[in-house]
């Protein structure tokens, strides 16, 4: 099956400080990549999709300059936390859609544990 | 037995019981389904879809049963074995999003006791 791979898979930071996220396909080209957050013992709630070469769409709640995503190529999408604090402490998990477009042709990284202290 | 924890229901059986797992959702327009297991610290895994024409579809050892009538869904996991123990959760998807996006359920903990 396909793969996609995230880096690092964790992170500590202190507040106010940046970070970012990779995530990568690693054996075919994504067009539309899309970004989740998962706190503890809840489930996965999208942030934003993203499209490569063009803009993120960011689902409602979710600050676009706080969140930065950036798709530049087929295999790569970057989500950047600004200005990080505290509650902004999640696991981050990324997905990868397959260029069939066919839903269930949707693939998941492994997650990026993000603390922030 | 099933339990409500403080955000995750919990479902705990014996290995080789069946399991079910159940899971309702609220958009009448979503028409296709998908369940997908989580491991701890890792990524969803896809196990098996739906699409609403359809109630029923099996797996190896799996199988999904959709009632539209009542909004629900349910996985059914034969044979339970310590390696299914995860977090279990259903998605749906509409037609009238484009499939865009995926919509999460709550997620279901399962544990198997050797």
């Known amino acids: 099956g396909a793969v996609v791979s995230q880096h690092p898979s964790w992170v500590i930071c202190k507040s106010g400080t940046s970070v970012k996220i990779e995530c990568r396909s690693l054996?075919?080209?994504?067009?539309?990549m899309f970004w989740y957050r998962q706190f503890p013992k809840q489930s996965l709630m999208l942030m934003a999709t993203?499209?490569?070469?063009?803009?993120?769409?960011?689902e409602q709640g979710v600050e676009k300059d706080k969140f930065l995503i950036n798709h530049a190529s087929l295999t790569l999408s970057t989500l950047t936390v600004t200005s990080a604090h505290p509650e902004d402490s999640s696991f981050y998990i990324c997905?990868?859609?397959?260029?069939?477009?066919?839903?269930?042709?949707?693939?998941f990284g492994p997650g990026t544990r993000l603390t922030v202290t | 037995g099933e339990s409500v924890g403080l955000h995750l229901p919990t479902l705990s059986v014996q290995e080789g019981d069946n399991s079910i797992i159940n899971c309702a959702y609220s958009?009448?327009?979503?028409?296709?389904f998908i369940w997908y297991k989580q491991e701890s610290g890792k990524g969803p895994q896809f196990i098996i879809d739906?699409?609403?024409?359809?109630d029923k579809r099996q797996g190896q050892r799996v199988t999904v049963l959709l009632n539209k009538t009542v909004k629900h869904l349910s996985l059914q996991i034969a044979a339970t074995q310590p390696g299914d123990s995860a977090v279990y959760f259903c998605?749906?998807?509409?037609?009238?999003?484009?499939?865009?996006?995926?919509?999460f359920g709550k997620g279901t903990m399962l544990l198997v006791s050797p």
């Open positions: 998605a749906e998807i509409s037609s009238l999003s484009g499939y865009s996006t995926l919509t």
């Open positions: 993203s499209n490569e070469g063009s803009k993120a769409t960011y």
């Open positions: 997905s990868a859609r397959f260029p069939s477009g066919i839903v269930n042709e949707q693939y």
């Open positions: 054996d075919f080209q994504a067009t539309t």
């Open positions: 958009n009448s327009a979503s028409d296709y």
């Open positions: 739906i699409r609403s024409n359809m």
